[in-house]
């Protein structure tokens, strides 16, 4: 069981950058994926993440509007389109996903937090200018 980030590097203010999370070992069928980001000394915070299944997408903090989280469940990969970026973007950004069993149309942005995901890539760092 894997996630592995890629896509993560350096954009200037108002940039674009999209991130990559190829998963192995299960399937978004039944697992909800997240992306999360960290500043060193700060609490890991939720960015986005979809549902089990990819059926719909949640947004969390200021990330809405600017960022689009996506799932292909054929190859396995979650993204994270990041436009508009922003000094304040600047941080290592991590994968995650965790095994729902319950109600497709129950998952909601509630389960959407560092603390209900059990498996974590090893994050890609993103800089952003001022």
């Known amino acids: 069981v894997q996630l592995v980030e890629s896509g993560g590097g350096w954009a200037p203010a108002g940039g674009s950058l999209r991130l990559s999370c190829a998963a192995s070992?299960?399937?978004?069928?039944?697992?909800?994926i997240g992306w999360f980001r960290q500043v060193s000394g700060k609490e890991r915070e939720g960015v986005a993440c979809?549902?089990?299944?990819?059926?719909?997408?949640f947004y969390l903090g200021d990330a809405r509007g600017r960022f689009t989280m996506s799932s292909d469940n054929a190859k396995n990969t979650a993204y994270l389109q990041m436009n508009g970026l922003k000094f304040e973007d600047t941080a290592a950004y991590y994968c995650a996903s965790a095994r729902y069993d319950g109600p497709r149309g129950a998952w909601n942005r509630d389960y959407c937090r560092a603390n209900y995901m059990d498996i974590w890539g090893k994050g890609t760092p993103v800089t952003v200018s001022k």
């Open positions: 979809v549902s089990p299944g990819g059926g719909r997408a």
């Open positions: 070992g299960f399937t978004f069928d039944d697992h909800a």
